[in-house]
Every structure is written in structure tokens, then in C-alpha cells.
């Protein structure tokens, strides 16, 4: 059966020349420039193999955990293809809507997936209980794209069993002040991490992010691996990017992300014929508005990208998703977007 969702879509087909970006959900201005510097400075070193073992320690430190429950990956996206590749589940389960790579990479791999699809009546909040009991591998985003709810870290320990591996996507997680549901460093049998430095760092063209999960775990994904995944100036920014100066700073952007995304839906909320479901703790928020297609067609001729939702299993083509971007950006799209419903 041929599946009525673009798996493979993704929000960087929507951005053009000359278009503001509110497709993608990487930070503004990233990255920054003392992130740039300490990337260049590690060109000298492209003559020898990469070696990971202080970009491990680093992110081990950061999380406040062992370096064996670190495993360094290029990007979220080979993380996903790792677990497909080394867990052999005979009920995989992905909850959505949700970035739709995790499933892509399980069906690719040659798993049956099936999907527990939460609704827009409910806020996209999970339910515990939706989740079949036999499912022995389940895949989660916190927060998740594209709904933008964070879903409470008990709720997601409710899904842990002892004979079942749970992924939880927490790319965007950083972006959320004090991240308070994140399960990193998190001692759960089974549990699986999945981190990218891509979104708040500005780092999607270098590919780097990491899994967080119990040492057996990690040597199971590491074997399926090949050599040196992680390139010399990802390793330099893994590196960077785990610091305490850079944490910090990470923080202080969680907080300008949540002012902004705020000023966002109490302007969006002034817009006739538009809807927006649960509670928004992302750098992107996802609206409902009748005509979603043929709007996005318009906004593009305005001079705005925005993300389609179509794509997402459990969204229809009344969806859009749009990126968190400073006031005065959102300020000129909600104008044109106003204006267009009008």
C-alpha cells in the first residue's frame, strides 16, 4: 500500500530565493560567530581521521553522564537510521503527528510501523494508554515537531517497559527555557535520547547531533555505524557547542524564543478564520486555516515560506506550520497573512 503522506518531505524544500524563512525552524542569525571561528580553526587538523573521544566526553559532561552513554552521530537523521538498523522490533510504534524521519528510516530499514495518532480535540497531548501494550519500540518527539506541545516527562516514563526500547526525539528540546521534561541523562530502561545541534545553533549543513542512551544500548548502535560518522568540524563544534558558555547562551535564546513565539500567537490570535491547537512550547507553531494550500501559495508570492502540514501523518492540507522568528519579522508575515484571509 502506498502511503498517503510524503515521508521524505521536508521543511527546506519550502525556502526559495529571496523568501523570509519561516519554514525551517533553525535559529536566526546561527551560527554565531565565535561558533564559526572555532569550526574554521579545526580545518587545519582535515589531513587526519576524526577522533571523537573529547567531543564524547564533552557532550558526557554536559549531560551529566558517562561517556559510554554517549554515541556521536551525523545529525538527528543517522540517529534514526541507526535504530532502525540495529533494534529488530516486532511492533514498532511512531506517535503522531511528529518529524516524519523516524518513520521513513523504520519502513526503509523493512519494519511494518504502526502509528498512534493524536488529535488536534486533545491538544496533541499524549495518552499513555493509546500506546499498544506490545509495541516494543516506540518513537516520540519532545517537544514535537510539528505541534510544538511538550509533552510531561512522567507521561513519557509511563511508556517505558523493560522488553521495549523508547526514542525520544528531543531536538528542539534546548529551545525550551530550563527544559524541564527532558529525559537526557535519565537512568530508564530502554530509553533512547535522540539530540541535534542543528536548531539552536544554526549547524543543519554540518550534520551533528548525538544519542544519549544505556551503554548496551549505545554499542548496539555504534555497530551498525561506520567509521568516522562525525567529521573533524562537527567534532569541533560538539565540542563548543557543550560548554558552559554556550549553554548559557543556549538558555538566554530558549527565553528570546519564548517572548517571540508568544508575541506570535497573540498576533495570530487577532486573525479571523485561523485555529491553533494545545500549547505551543517550540520554536514553531502549528495553525489551522481552510484553504491552508492554496494561502501557502500566496504567502510565497508575498515573499513568505512557511512550512506545509500535509506531510505530517494525522494533518491534513488545512495545516501550516510556521517558524518563531524576532517581532518585527513576524509583525510584516501577520500583516500579509492577514491581509490574504481578508
Not at 587526519?48 to 551525523?74: C, E, F, I, K, Q
Not at 507521561?155 to 521495549?164: F, G, I, K, T, Y
Not at 506570535?264 to 495553525?287: E, I, N, Q, R, W
Amino acid at each position: 500500500m502506498v502511503d498517503a503522506f510524503d515521508l521524505e518531505h521536508h521543511g527546506d524544500l519550502e525556502v526559495g530565493e529571496g523568501l523570509v524563512d519561516l519554514a525551517v525552524n533553525v535559529r536566526t542569525g546561527t551560527p554565531p560567530p565565535w561558533l564559526i571561528e572555532t569550526i574554521t580553526a579545526s580545518l587545519t587538523d582535515l589531513a587526519a581521521y576524526p577522533r571523537p573521544g573529547v567531543a564524547v566526553n564533552a557532550v558526557a559532561r554536559r549531560h551529566g553522564v558517562s561517556p559510554d552513554r554517549v554515541l556521536l552521530t551525523a545529525g538527528a537523521a543517522e540517529a534514526f537510521v541507526l535504530i532502525a538498523r540495529a533494534f529488530r522490533p516486532r511492533h514498532p510504534v511512531v506517535v503522531h503527528p511528529q518529524f516524519t524521519e523516524p518513520e521513513a528510516a523504520l519502513r526503509s530499514a523493512g519494519h511494518l510501523v504502526d502509528r498512534v495518532i493524536l488529535r488536534p480535540e486533545d491538544g496533541f497531548v499524549l495518552d499513555p494508554a493509546a500506546v499498544p501494550r506490545d509495541a516494543d519500540l516506540v518513537v516520540i518527539g519532545n517537544p514535537t515537531n510539528p505541534t510544538s506541545v511538550l509533552h510531561p516527562a512522567d507521561s513519557l516514563r509511563e511508556l517505558a517497559r523493560p522488553d521495549r526500547i523508547l526514542v525520544v526525539d528531543e531536538a528542539f528540546m534546548d529551545a525550551v527555557p530550563g527544559e524541564p521534561e527532558s529525559l537526557a541523562g535519565a537512568s530508564i530502561p530502554g530509553l533512547v535520547v535522540v539530540r541535534s545541534l542543528t536548531k539552536t545553533w544554526g549547524l543543519a549543513g554540518l550534520r551533528v547531533g548525538y544519542v544519549l542512551a544505556a551503554p548496551g544500548l549505545i554499542e548496539q548502535l555504534s555497530a551498525v555505524q561506520p567509521q568516522w560518522p562525525v567529521s573533524t568540524p562537527a567534532l569541533a563544534a560538539a565540542i563548543a557547542c557543550s560548554n558552559e558558555r554556550a549553554v548559557l547562551e543556549a538558555a538566554q535564546a530558549a527565553l528570546d524564543i519564548s517572548r517571540q513565539r508568544v508575541h506570535l500567537l497573540d498576533k495570530l490570535a487577532a486573525v479571523p478564520g485561523l485555529s491553533t491547537y494545545g500549547v505551543a512550547s517550540a520554536p514553531f507553531v502549528l495553525v489551522h486555516v481552510p484553504g491552508a494550500a492554496e494561502l501557502r501559495e500566496s504567502l510565497r508570492a508575498q515573499g513568505f515560506a512557511v512550512r506545509r502540514g500535509d506531510t505530517f501523518p494525522g494533518l491534513g492540507p488545512d495545516w501550516l506550520r510556521i517558524a518563531v522568528r524576532p517581532e518585527d519579522v513576524t509583525d510584516g508575515f501577520v500583516k500579509v497573512l492577514a491581509d490574504l484571509l481578508r
